[in-house]
């Protein structure tokens, strides 16, 4: 078969027809009733869905890394601001990235807690199919919604909320890549671990759809608060996607753009600025 050959469903159906995931199904946890409704079997489940979950995860944080890596190293991309980007060294914002403990370790551990406590719906434990783009979309925007209102109760609720939770990550500015997950705890979880429970308590699809959610939208947060504009962020902003240029307004002025997906939400609550009507941004983002 030439590479050309080797389209998505091919490769679907190579994973698919594993052994590993033969030997899964077999003393699998989950089964089905007549009526094709899955449920849990008691007992632990089987870590290898969440495995590669996080594996999947891990693969687009390195894409996203290497991209920002690259992007510095060779030049190609616009400042946000014009003040520029914030100075630091590339290792420096690595070891930040993913040694927050109110960051991608708290959000490993909920994902590990909620797997193998049984926590989650039974068809996330399904292997069965492939991925459901209508789920995954369906779960991105959720999230989002859900997401939104959080970050603005966190900001208008409670001097002492936001003083507590949301204000540690709003010391950044200027904010750059490595910054998307450096918050605090109770900010993690009220912003990120709530919406994602509830949004799988809504939204029930498989172990397929689960990993190409979390992948897009573990991604999705951390372009979004580079200190650089990507080459699609106007298109994005035409379509109504959250870019580096419209999260920077939040962190710059506090009061506006409490979405990080999507702007829809935004522009329903008359909270939406874009960009380009901030005076200390660039216009060619």
């Given amino acids: 078969m030439s590479t050309a050959e080797l389209s998505w469903p091919s490769i679907e159906n190579i994973i698919l027809s594993s052994p590993v995931l033969d030997n899964m ?17 008691p007992g632990w489940p089987s870590p290898v869905g969440l495995s590669l979950g996080i594996l999947a995860v891990v693969v ?8 920002m890596y690259a992007m510095r190293v060779w030049g190609g991309l616009t400042p946000v601001q014009l003040a520029g980007a914030q100075k630091y060294i590339f290792s420096e914002a690595l070891k930040t990235h ?5 960051g991608l370790l708290l959000l490993g551990a909920y994902l590990a807690g909620t797997w193998m406590f049984n926590m ?5 434990y399904s292997f069965e199919g492939g991925v459901q783009p209508l789920k995954v979309i369906a779960q991105l925007v959720l999230q989002d919604i859900i997401q939104t209102l959080m970050h603005y109760g966190e900001h208008k609720i409670n001097s002492s909320v936001y003083k507590y939770s949301h204000k540690p990550h709003h010391r950044f500015t200027n904010p750059r890549w490595a910054d998307a997950f450096n918050g605090s705890v109770p900010d993690t979880f009220c912003m990120i671990l709530v919406p994602l429970y509830i949004t799988a308590n809504v939204v029930h699809c498989n172990v397929w759809s689960y990993m ?4 897009m939208y573990s991604s999705w947060l951390t372009l979004i608060h580079s200190e ?13 996607f959250g870019t580096a240029g419209d999260h920077h307004v939040h962190h710059t002025l506090f009061t506006s753009n409490y979405g990080h997906l999507f702007t829809y939400w935004d522009r329903m609550l008359g909270t939406y600025k874009s960009p380009m009507d901030v005076k200390k941004f660039r216009k060619d983002i």
């Fill in 25 to 41: 199904r077999n003393s699998s946890e989950v089964v089905t009733y007549e009526a094709g409704v899955p449920y849990q079997k």
């Fill in 60 to 67: 687009g944080q390195l894409v996203v890394i290497c991209y």
């Fill in 98 to 102: 993913v040694s927050e403990v109110g």
């Fill in 120 to 124: 989650m719906p039974a068809s996330y």
């Fill in 212 to 215: 190409v959610f979390g992948t």
């Fill in 228 to 240: 650089y504009s990507h080459p699609w962020d106007p298109l994005f902003r035409r379509l109504g």
